[in-house]
């Protein structure tokens, strides 16, 4: 798909949100009018699972999905992820990017580096590593017999949310995601064990929008960002 097109194509609410939302001291106000985020965020019904809407008054608005402008020298169509200010952009044309908030890894947890997405799954399996089952042990009790081993099958109870995507450094899966959450409200803290969680709503947008062998770029310390997001740095 042509990038250029993507702002009238990654949702209308998205484009919506981006084109009638302004930042600085006047986005708090335009809030006022839900009716934007609302659509974008409410429920879907048509899904395997049912996924409830988001209580938006639960989510600090500064994390809700918007078209940016965003500069960056990686090319349209690269996921770029931001974990210090907890947002992940989905870069486009013309110096813009759609931005969602995200919750990332906890203190220890993190990792950073590119890597490639090498598949997407709808609803996905949860298989823990084994390093989480040593410092869970209770995890075991939540687990049961999957194609793919000891896990936890795709559903409304799955930490794992409605859609994955896998993260591959070459020929070695990196053992991080990026996935959807039935937890919205800890979306923009630090609270995973380094994979990117992200609310249902968004993570089935940008799932449609990425397809397998996007480039993926995990940022890590502020000199090594290079980076510049004009909206986040007015608010």
């Known amino acids: 798909m042509d990038l250029s097109r993507r702002t009238f194509l990654l949702g209308a609410s998205a484009a919506a949100a981006g084109a009638t939302l ?129 896990g936890m099958p795709g559903g409304p109870g799955n930490p794992l949310g409605a859609r994955a995507l896998y993260l591959w450094q070459g020929n070695k899966d990196t053992l991080y995601r990026i996935h959807g959450t039935f937890e919205p409200w800890t979306i923009g803290t630090n609270v995973s064990s380094g994979c990117i969680r992200m609310i249902n709503q968004d993570v089935i947008d940008l799932y449609n929008h990425t397809p397998e062998g996007t480039k993926v770029v995990v940022l890590g310390s502020p000199s090594g960002r290079g980076k510049r997001d004009q909206t986040a740095a007015r608010s």
Do not use: C
């Not at 009716?35 to 639960?58: C, F, H, K, N, T």
């Not at 969602?100 to 590119?114: E, H, L, N, P, T």
């Not at 890597?115 to 687990?143: C, G, H, N, S, V």
């Open 22 to 150: 302004p930042s600085s001291s006047t986005f708090a106000q335009s809030l006022r009018d839900m009716s934007v985020y609302q659509r974008m965020y409410g429920p879907i019904d048509d899904d395997l699972y049912p996924i409830p809407g988001i209580e938006l008054a639960r989510i600090n608005p500064a994390f809700l999905r918007r078209v940016v402008q965003y500069d960056t020298t990686e090319a349209p169509g690269t996921i770029v992820v931001d974990p210090r200010s907890r947002y992940l952009y989905l870069v486009m044309r013309d110096g813009m990017a759609v931005r969602y908030g995200v919750g990332v890894g906890r203190s220890g947890f993190g990792w950073s580096g590119a890597a490639t997405i090498k598949t997407k799954q709808e609803w996905p399996d949860w298989y823990p590593p084994k390093e989480m089952f040593a410092r869970q042990p209770d995890l075991i009790e939540q687990m049961g017999e999957l194609p793919g081993g000891h």
